[in-house]
């Protein structure tokens, strides 16, 4: 488990943790969370799936988690952000970095409703919604 920040598409820092870093089963899943939940809730499925050869990314949205600011007062984040630049920012992330791997998504919730809101569609070889 490796736990680093990633600047979204417009540089807000978003926290992220990846599973499976040694992994070389050229198979990416991304899970993007349901909202107000944190990444950690998913911490023990993605072990699960990292254990079974995959690359696994979680992370926060913008205000939520490790991603929110020091004071949330008049801090400001929509689910737009969350889709367009958050969850946009991650899959870019991913397409830079593992480009010849497989990519999956996760959505739980509005996390399944993301992949509709972005071009982050294109990159994904297959997507599976949760009670999205």
Known sequence: MKKFILEASDKYPIAVTSFGENNATKKIIVISSAIGVKQTFYAKYATYLANKGYLVFTYDYRGIGDSKPKKLKDFKAHFTDWAD??????????????????????GHSIGGIMIGLTRAYKVYDKIVTIGS
């Open 85 to 106: 630049k958050d969850f946009l920012g991650l899959t870019q992330y991913i397409e830079e970095f593992y480009p010849n791997h497989e990519k999956f998504l996760i």
